[in-house]
């Protein structure tokens, strides 16, 4: 086992031969026997021990074993107690809590150095994990299982077996606790350990290790999709309001659109099944289609996805005259002689008639019914048709705005002014209005 512990470091650029690292223990047989591996592979070991407090008495008794242990062969020694009751307060497992504390404070320890940290997974927990996330709808990104790597924290054992482990430790003599919590049924992976390995080891035998090669399959195949994704992705860049765009061409080239998917919207909180129902709305063509998860939502375009934060619902804001207009606000007016008028500097500048636009002003999100009556079109039309009609992007026009003086709507915001509120030749006093959006 050594041998392949030795060549597992070397092929994987785990750590230099004989660098120091920090080596975390429970005290079980997994971490002691890599304790004692690295001390024959020459490594300068620092013991982590992280006490969490869930066994009382028995925890206790790991922490002065392992420290016992370590006083007696010279190794430095470091532990910490932690608290997960806030975390699990917060919705947390306690699974989930444990591991967040540990490796806050394993950071903690690699700051200071050495700057390695080896945790003793190996492959049966790979396989484990592997199950794990497939049964819990684990995205692709985690096909790969556990990595042989990730930053400071590396896993020199992972790919040798709990048997050869359990072996080892007999060869050497090499003391250890047990953890009774290994064996609660509570615990999803304890049941897969205990229960569903053995089943598929009953049903076809040596099935635990052709999937511990299978792992290693996908951790190759999980690196080359990676890149993949990567190219395909490159031109998604968000727009000036945050939404990230997803043209359907690009789902339909790429070949891999449920990929695509979860990479962008896993990590952000979507459950599997949100994605796929995310899928058949695109193949449907089911337009308009809305979706929140996570504090994120999508939103099935015409040719694309749209996917944003969730905002704030959109402030309305009352406006009594000139004196309540300040830089707050999400447009700017200034008073103009009617000859210094220059109606090409776009839809976001509005020319407005001050005797037929008095104050007080509402400026406020559109509503489902407004209407008003654009300039040109000889009659009243739905704000939200005017819209459409525009092709205006729904995150767009979550965020459009309409200004009302006298109940009436007299300019949808960097969009359509209302007749009979335009400024002329012939107006007394023209008004400026500049739209600096929300």
């Known amino acids: 086992m050594i041998a392949s512990v030795e060549r597992s470091i070397a092929s994987q650029e785990l750590a230099l031969p004989g660098q120091p690292m920090w080596v975390?223990?429970?005290?079980?047989?997994?971490?002691?026997?890599?304790?004692?591996?690295?001390?024959?592979?020459?490594h300068v070991c620092h013991v982590a021990h992280v006490d969490h407090g869930l066994r009382g008495a028995e925890s206790a008794a790991d922490l002065h074993f392992v420290e016992a242990h370590c006083k007696a062969k010279h190794i430095p020694f470091s532990s910490t107690r932690v608290d997960l009751s806030e975390l699990i307060s917060q919705g947390?497992?306690?699974?989930?809590?444990?591991?967040?504390?540990?490796?806050?404070?394993?950071?903690s320890l690699v700051d200071l150095g050495p700057s390695?940290?080896?945790?003793?997974?190996?492959?049966?927990?790979?396989?484990?994990?592997?199950?794990?996330d497939m049964m819990q709808g684990i995205g692709p990104s985690r096909w790969g299982s556990i990595p042989p790597r990730n930053g400071p924290f590396v896993r020199p054992l992972l790919q040798i077996s709990r048997k050869e482990i359990l072996e080892y430790a007999e060869k050497y003599h090499i003391a250890f606790r047990e953890d009774r919590s290994n064996t609660d049924p509570k615990y999803l992976r304890n049941r897969v350990r205990h229960?569903?390995?053995?089943?598929?080891?009953?049903?076809?035998?040596?099935?635990?290790?052709?999937?511990?090669?299978?792992?290693?399959?996908?951790?190759?195949?999980?690196?080359?999709?990676?890149?993949?994704?990567?190219?395909?992705?490159?031109?998604?860049?968000?727009d000036s309001h945050g939404a990230l765009r997803v043209p359907f061409e690009l789902l339909r080239t790429s070949h891999m659109p449920g990929l695509i998917l979860h990479r962008l919207l896993r990590d952000k909180g979507y459950h599997p099944?949100?994605?796929?129902?995310i899928l058949s709305a695109i193949e449907t063509g089911n337009t308009g289609a809305h979706f929140m998860d996570g504090g994120y939502t999508v939103v099935v375009d015409r040719d694309e996805l749209i996917m944003e934060k969730v905002q704030p619902t959109p402030p309305e804001f009352r406006i009594g005259s000139m004196d309540d207009l300040n830089g707050s606000l999400p447009i700017s007016v200034s008073i103009v002689d009617a000859k210094d008028m220059d109606?090409?500097?776009?839809?976001?500048?509005?020319?407005?008639?001050?005797?037929?636009?008095?104050?007080?002003?509402?400026?406020?999100?559109?509503?489902?019914?407004?209407?008003?009556?654009?300039?040109?079109?000889?009659?009243?039309?739905?704000?939200?048709?005017?819209?459409?009609?525009?092709?205006?992007?729904?995150?767009v026009k979550e965020r459009t705005y309409v200004l009302?003086?006298?109940?009436?709507?007299?300019?949808?915001?960097?969009?359509?002014?209302?007749?009979?509120?335009?400024?002329?030749?012939?107006?007394?006093?023209?008004?400026?209005?500049?739209?600096?959006g929300i």
């Open 92 to 107: 947390r497992s306690v699974q989930m809590a444990a591991r967040e504390l540990r490796y806050e404070w394993f950071n």
């Open 343 to 395: 109606l090409d500097q776009g839809n976001s500048v509005a020319w407005l008639d001050a005797v037929n636009v008095p104050f007080p002003w509402t400026l406020r999100p559109w509503k489902p019914g407004d209407r008003m009556n654009p300039i040109g079109l000889g009659g009243s039309k739905l704000v939200s048709d005017l819209l459409i009609d525009q092709k205006t992007p729904r995150n």
């Open 195 to 238: 229960e569903v390995l053995p089943l598929l080891e009953e049903v076809r035998p040596g099935t635990r290790i052709v999937m511990q090669r299978n792992v290693q399959l996908l951790r190759e195949m999980t690196v080359v999709l990676g890149s993949r994704l990567n190219e395909a992705m490159m031109s998604l860049i968000p």
């Open 116 to 132: 390695v940290l080896a945790t003793a997974h190996h492959a049966d927990d790979a396989v484990e994990t592997l199950l794990m």
């Open 24 to 42: 975390a223990v429970s005290g079980g047989v997994d971490s002691m026997v890599l304790l004692d591996a690295l001390r024959k592979l020459g």
């Open 273 to 277: 099944d949100r994605i796929a129902d």
């Open 404 to 436: 009302v003086a006298r109940e009436r709507i007299v300019w949808l915001c960097g969009h359509r002014i209302a007749e009979g509120s335009q400024g002329s030749d012939f107006s007394d006093k023209v008004l400026r209005i500049t739209w600096k």
